[in-house]
């Protein structure tokens, strides 16, 4: 059902297809099926260039060869249907959503590779954050993806779960944003944390070791948030 009189129109942007080298599915298909929930439309978009690698899913082993391209894995997840993230243009939209998953610090930034002291963003994703945070647009991201932020402005408010527990097995990146600065604020996957200032919502998603039905509806929470928002 939709509890919008007029559909907004939101920006996915995708970092691969599979948690350990590119997006993570479960939070990507939960942010569309929510956003058609509210009647919202979407385009997607990702960067046009090599991921950082490719895991096995099945091993976790990795490797470079052959190589895969960003854009091309992340189409799997939208029946084809992407766009390269250089034709964004904030103007055509009312947010910005993006899912988590490894291909987020690996293919959208340098962190699961050079860790918080050295770790850049591409140069295409931070102008597509910095303009959805210029333009008072909505951001919302899930899981790690909110660790995009402290490299975008100091100070922002988001959540990346908790910083310790045996149940949130990424909690050094929680510490590892508090560390450049972040306003982290500390929540399970049964919550969402909102900087109404900045206009960004987060959610912890599988940053917590939880069910699949429990991250659809973590982010459904963080969808019906930015919904409000719009």
């Known amino acids: 059902f939709s509890t ?3 559909p907004k129109h939101v920006a996915l942007l995708l970092a691969g297809c ?3 080298d590119g997006s993570e599915c479960t939070e990507a298909i939960s942010l569309i099926l929510h956003l058609e929930r509210h009647g919202c439309t979407f385009d997607t978009f990702a960067p046009n260039k090599d991921q950082y690698h490719t895991v096995d899913h099945t091993t976790g082993s990795a490797t470079e060869e052959p190589r895969r391209n960003v854009m091309v894995e992340s189409a799997r997840i939208v029946r084809g249907k992407i766009q390269d993230i250089k034709e964004f243009d904030i103007t055509k939209y009312d947010a910005v959503v993006a899912p988590g998953g490894f291909g987020a610090m690996k293919n959208w930034c340098s962190y699961a590779i050079d860790g918080a002291d050295k770790y850049k963003i591409d140069d295409d994703v931070k102008k597509m954050l910095t303009d959805c945070l210029d333009a008072k647009k909505v951001l919302a991201l899930t899981c790690i993806a909110p660790m995009l932020l402290p490299k975008i402005k100091p100070g922002l408010k988001f959540t990346l779960g908790k910083i310790a527990g045996d149940n949130f097995p990424y909690a050094g990146t929680a510490t590892d944003a508090i560390s450049m600065g972040a ?9 969402i944390v909102v900087d109404e200032e900045n206009k960004i919502v987060t959610c912890p998603a599988f940053m917590q070791d939880g069910k699949f039905y429990d991250v659809y509806v973590n982010i ?6 930015v919904v409000t928002m719009m």
């Open 4 to 6: 919008m009189s007029s």
């Open 18 to 20: 599979g948690v350990y």
């Open 220 to 225: 459904g929470m963080l969808v019906d948030k």
């Open 183 to 191: 306003n982290h604020v500390e929540c399970d996957n049964k919550d």
